[in-house]
């Protein structure tokens, strides 16, 4: 077994106080956001979404934040994905924005909703074109023989919509994560980090600071 348990560092970028924290959460992760954003993170929209299959065993994946609001966050994908088919068992999921230079996390737990037609057509809309080529030629988390095969049929959309619009695949979608706990965590000198989680409690959102 490899050891590198002596990899580590002290966290002294900032602290989080409940003086200092807003009502509602989406304010705070809206700050954060921004603040990742002027910082030049690299995809500072990333998160990791966890779904769970019919075994109940966890899976992970890095997918883009596209849209929030108080109403929750936004992502698209496939359909027919390993993760819709998870979310269309068991619509809880968990999100998980690493902002590590920043010594800061923001998890979230919630309900995955998916979003209407006309919504997922307006952003498929805004997409580059290659992009929404691409959404047509992956069948995403089937097995495939070689990258070459994913190439050609790339090549093969590509040629077919070459002229016009590319029309929205009706496997494409998007949810709308509605979040029902969000917790921010901010690293602290000597491990004391500072962690604060809001719980929806009859549409109120209630403020309580966790242990590190």
Do not use: C
């Not at 994946?61 to 979310?87: A, M, P, W, Y």
């Not at 992956?138 to 790339?154: M, N, T």
Request: charged letters at 25%.
């Amino acid at each position: 077994m490899t050891d590198i348990s002596d990899i580590r560092r002290e966290y002294s970028k900032g602290g989080l106080r409940r003086e200092n924290l807003p009502d509602n959460p989406m304010a705070l992760f809206k700050q954060w956001l921004e603040q990742a954003k002027e910082a030049n993170l690299t995809d500072p929209t990333a998160m990791s979404v966890a779904t769970v299959d019919e075994q109940g065993q966890p899976f992970q994946r890095i997918v883009l934040l596209k849209q929030f609001s108080d109403k929750g966050f936004v992502f698209f994908t496939n359909l027919e994905s390993r993760k819709s088919q998870h979310i269309a068992l068991n619509s809880r999921v968990s999100l998980l924005f690493p902002w590590n230079s920043l010594e800061r996390q923001v998890g979230v737990t919630g309900v995955a909703k998916p979003l209407s037609m006309l919504e997922v057509s307006r952003y498929f809309m805004s997409r580059p074109k290659d992009s929404q080529i691409a959404a047509w030629v992956s069948k995403q988390s089937s097995k495939i023989s070689a990258r070459q095969a994913l190439v050609g049929k790339f090549n093969e959309m590509k040629a077919k919509f070459a002229e016009g619009e590319v029309p929205l695949p009706k496997f494409w979608g998007g949810y709308l994560v509605e979040p029902q706990s969000i917790e921010f965590w901010q690293g602290g000198e000597s491990r004391l980090h500072d962690r604060f989680i809001y719980q929806q409690q009859l549409g109120n959102w209630q403020i309580d600071r966790l242990a590190p």
